[in-house]
């Protein structure tokens, strides 16, 4: 079992503290999200359940477009699609999600997520199509590329942009 990567920022709705997952790592446009899944939240295989699987991913592709020093007045987003592919059952163990942001148009963003098992093999992948409700501040940037993985190499390019 590995290691359980420190949260960043506590607890930042509620439904986070039902699920259970951590922050481990968030900057502008991006974000990775830990979850050591509860005996309640797997499936009758013993596998992480597809319905947390695809919380997870909502949850991160809408938090990588919510980055803010200040957490009580940081932007806010609503999704307004999201779609899930499933390319694999997640077995029990803790869990990595990523999620950044890809395009911006205005308040209309679209992200992308995926969820990793704990031996680091991707299990699924979610785009979302968000819209702020609290849009962040005009110089703060909210586009940028995927965190690195084992299995991915570092970008040197980073995707910027300005509020529009």
């Known amino acids: 079992m590995s290691t359980r990567p420190s949260p960043v920022v506590p607890t930042l709705f509620p439904y986070q503290e039902t699920l259970g997952f951590d922050v481990t790592a968030w900057e502008p446009g991006r974000i990775r999200l830990t979850l050591a899944p509860k005996p309640e939240l797997l499936d009758e295989n013993g596998g992480l359940s597809r319905g947390?699987?695809?919380?997870?991913?909502?949850?991160?592709?809408g938090l990588a477009a919510c980055f803010g020093d200040d957490l009580e007045n940081r932007p806010l987003i609503v999704t307004l699609g999201l779609t899930t592919q499933y390319l694999q059952p997640c077995p029990a163990g803790t869990v990595e999600t990523t999620a950044h942001i890809v395009h911006r148009d205005g308040k209309i963003l679209l992200s992308e997520g995926e969820l990793r098992s704990e031996?680091?093999?991707?299990?699924?992948?979610?785009?979302?199509?968000?819209?702020?409700?609290?849009?962040?501040?005009?110089?703060?940037?909210?586009?940028?590329?995927?965190?690195?993985?084992?299995?991915?190499?570092p970008s040197s390019e980073t995707i910027s942009t300005s509020a529009e």
């Open 119 to 153: 031996n680091g093999q991707v299990v699924a992948k979610a785009t979302a199509n968000l819209r702020y409700i609290i849009e962040p501040p005009a110089d703060q940037a909210v586009l940028n590329v995927p965190f690195p993985t084992a299995n991915t190499r």
């Open 52 to 61: 947390v699987q695809s919380s997870l991913l909502d949850a991160a592709t």
